[in-house]
């Protein structure tokens, strides 16, 4: 844990004290690793640095993406954010008898460009409209060494996932304080595995289980959401 003390303009601090906290910092700072998979752990920045808090505290646009109720308090705002995310994937095998063992990384497709917007716009005190555009993916694998070589596995072998999620949104303020939302969620994904063909007799379609590109698909859905606060404090 980090503790900030604050002091009345123009007040110096020792400069040990300083020299000791910078040493401090130095030697106990740790980076700070989270995920959740396919999926990020928040929408929008601020949401994101409060460990994914957004359905109960909106502070950005794209809260409306976790819940379109939260449309009515923003204002009239604008948020663009861009993820650059680094992962390590990777496998080791050992004790293995058909000849898999080793270590494999599955990092050849560092760094993900993750993008997200979303917009709020006030129609009138009670009423907000809103957008929000946000993606999951991320934790793609490529293994440029396929660890099923010598089961006969040829190229890289690899999954990737990738997803993108529209949310138009509608929030109404129904009484003071207490406000409902809704959001058609339009989803588009693109699915793609490669370097897997020992396993394709197993499938019920073994032409198309790898190496056949990014297959796309479409769906749609619908978010309610509620924002209030229920007691004084």
């Known amino acids: 844990m980090l503790t900030v003390v604050t002091r009345p303009a123009g007040a110096r601090a020792p400069r040990a004290a300083l020299a000791v906290s910078a040493a401090a910092l130095v030697l106990f700072a740790s980076p700070a690793q ?3 998979g396919y999926f990020l752990n928040g929408s929008g920045a601020k949401a994101k640095g409060a460990g994914g808090v957004g359905i109960a505290m909106p502070q950005d646009a794209l809260a409306i993406a976790a819940n379109p109720a939260a449309a009515t308090s923003l204002g009239h705002r604008l948020d663009i954010g861009v993820e650059i995310f680094v992962p390590d994937r990777g496998a080791e095998i050992a004790g293995n008898g058909a000849g898999l063992d ?8 560092n760094p993900f460009v993750l993008p997200e917007i979303g917009y709020v716009r006030p129609l009138s005190e009670r009423v907000a409209l809103g957008l929000a555009i946000n993606g999951n993916g ?3 694998t490529h293994y440029k060494a396929n660890p099923f070589a010598s089961f006969g596995a040829q190229g890289a072998a690899g999954v990737n996932l990738q997803q993108i999620q529209i949310s138009p949104t509608l929030a109404v303020e129904v009484v003071p304080g207490h406000s409902l ?14 370097g897997a063909q020992p396993f394709a007799g197993y499938s019920q379609a073994p032409a198309n289980f790898t190496n056949r590109g990014t297959d796309w698909s479409a769906g749609a859905g619908v978010r309610l959401g509620y924002l209030g606060q229920l007691t004084r404090s």
């Open 34 to 36: 989270a995920t959740d």
């Open 102 to 109: 080793g270590r494999y990384s599955g990092n050849g497709s």
């Open 138 to 140: 991320g934790m793609t």
């Open 181 to 194: 939302g809704v959001s058609p969620v339009i989803v588009l994904q693109g699915f793609e595995m490669t």
